[in-house]
């Protein structure tokens, strides 16, 4: 496989998809360490204006003439298919080429903390607790981050030191290219399964993935996932436990919740306090999220007073429990929960605010994910108060037409709760505008483009 060396940057590097979120990013690593980049996309964006700004060339559209053979590596995103016109090219001209996910694993290999922050929930807002906490401390961290963090104005952070933190995405063992020195398990459940075959697949991977740290590195583990000892067994590296058990490594005690459901809580590591911390982020799920980074910060000599600033000054990232605004009274959140497990930790957080009824706008995301959890879907939607479906939001499936919206609506009421069915955005702000009074809360939720109704309620 290809090795990045940053000490060797007289090598051209070519990214086709560069005008991506994560693909730009990576660009600008390569170029903030005097690599030559230049890449492909199928149409001009702010990300490839603003790469052409640093001095890149891209070309708009993919042909096999944007592959000179002065290219010493071709980056490709998984988007791209075999029949590529520039991908054909590379391997005509037996040039190196890397997936997205290898490309960020060798990346990472040039850091002597690279810590990889995976689960099937929370990988994003702990990827950004922890940027936070190592901002506060001021040791200038590269950072990816699946969403939109304000500490660092955008998705990714340019560094100079030995810091590197990045989400460790399962979906299709994307993470198993990866090469952490952390690595972070957040939790574990069933999800991806237009990939996975059942549980025990899924917890092969995050085995796998445990098993890539090397033997001075460390494991961080929720000890909540269901029979942790054995998926531990025969690791190299260093292991610790979070929760909110004594016998945990980590644990948290003397929680309590203000009126926004912001915990505080007491942290003990190895049963000895270490000191209290304050969260600008609601519910008990969080508390487990900002365990592990003290965790990964204790590992890296970050100081404490470091983690207490660095939590209090997180006040979440875009759509997760965004407080978008307020409209005559009525308080409008996004949300990107888009699995039963999240969808039920998002109402119970929403359950805790002062509020008069709650109306979830629920955007299904995959028809298979749609499919198998209906039930829990159902069960975990049943939190609401009022609930209104939205059409399932495709993303990288196929209709296969045993699959609809109203079968969700259908399971919700046979539970006894309310629940209707509208096919476009336009008509559900009218139902909104027309039903929610003052003190009501509305959230929009899911991982695919529901976010437009909250802006179209607010006027944005």
């Not at 029949?83 to 997936?99: Q, T």
């Not at 970050?302 to 939590?311: A, D, L």
């Not at 005559?328 to 999240?342: F, L, R, S, V, W």
């Amino acid at each position: 496989m290809f090795h990045i060396d940053f000490k060797n940057s007289n090598q051209k590097i070519h990214f086709i998809g560069i005008g991506g979120i994560s693909m730009s990013g990576l660009a600008q690593i390569m170029i903030a360490n005097n690599f030559s980049v230049s890449g492909s996309d199928m149409a001009s964006s702010k990300s490839t204006k603003h790469l052409q700004d640093l001095g890149v060339t891209v070309f708009c559209g993919h042909s096999a003439a944007n592959i000179s053979k002065d290219i010493d590596l071709v980056v490709y995103t998984a988007a791209i298919s075999q029949d590529n016109p520039e991908l054909m090219a590379v391997y005509d001209n037996k040039i190196p080429c890397l997936s997205r996910a290898e490309f960020l694993g060798q990346l990472m290999k040039n850091y002597n903390y690279p810590v990889c922050i995976s689960g099937t929930h929370g990988k994003t807002t702990t990827t950004s607790m922890l940027s936070n906490v190592l901002l506060s401390a001021q040791v200038d961290p590269t950072i990816t981050v699946g969403g939109i963090l304000d500490s660092i104005q955008g998705n990714i952070r340019i560094g100079h030191s030995e810091y590197f933190v990045t989400e460790a995405c399962e979906y299709c063992d994307s993470f198993l290219n990866f090469n952490p020195k952390i690595g972070v398990i957040l939790n574990m459940e069933e999800d991806h399964m237009d990939y996975f075959k059942d549980i025990n697949h899924i917890r092969q991977s995050f085995y796998k993935f445990a098993q890539k740290i090397p033997s001075d590195g460390i494991l961080i583990i929720n000890s909540a996932i269901d029979n942790v000892d054995s998926f531990i067994q025969g690791l190299d590296c260093k292991i610790e436990s979070f929760g909110l058990d004594q016998d945990d490594t980590w644990h948290a005690s003397n929680i309590t919740y203000d009126e926004n459901a912001f915990p505080s809580f007491d942290v003990n590591y190895k049963g000895k306090f270490l000191g209290r911390v304050s969260l600008s982020v609601p519910g008990e799920h969080n508390i487990y999220n900002a365990l592990s980074v003290c965790a990964s910060a204790n590992y890296m000599d970050i100081p404490f007073n470091s983690w207490e600033s660095g939590f209090k000054s997180y006040a979440g990232t875009n759509q997760r429990f965004e407080i978008k605004g307020d409209l005559k009274g009525i308080t409008i959140i996004d949300d990107y929960a888009h699995h039963p497990t999240e969808v039920e930790v998002t109402l119970e957080v929403a359950k805790k605010r002062k509020h008069n009824k709650i109306w979830c706008v629920f955007q299904p995301h995959t028809y298979t994910r749609m499919k198998i959890f209906l039930n829990d879907f159902a069960n975990a939607l049943s939190l609401a108060d009022e609930v209104i479906v939205s059409n399932i939001y495709a993303a990288r499936e196929k209709d296969p037409g045993d699959i609809h919206s109203q079968d969700l609506v259908e399971s919700i009421h046979n539970l006894g709760n309310n629940a209707i069915y509208i096919d476009n955005f336009e008509d559900i702000t009218k139902h909104l505008l027309e039903h929610c009074v003052p003190g009501d809360i509305i959230i929009t939720m899911g991982a695919g483009n529901i976010n437009i109704v909250a802006d179209e309620l607010l006027g944005n």
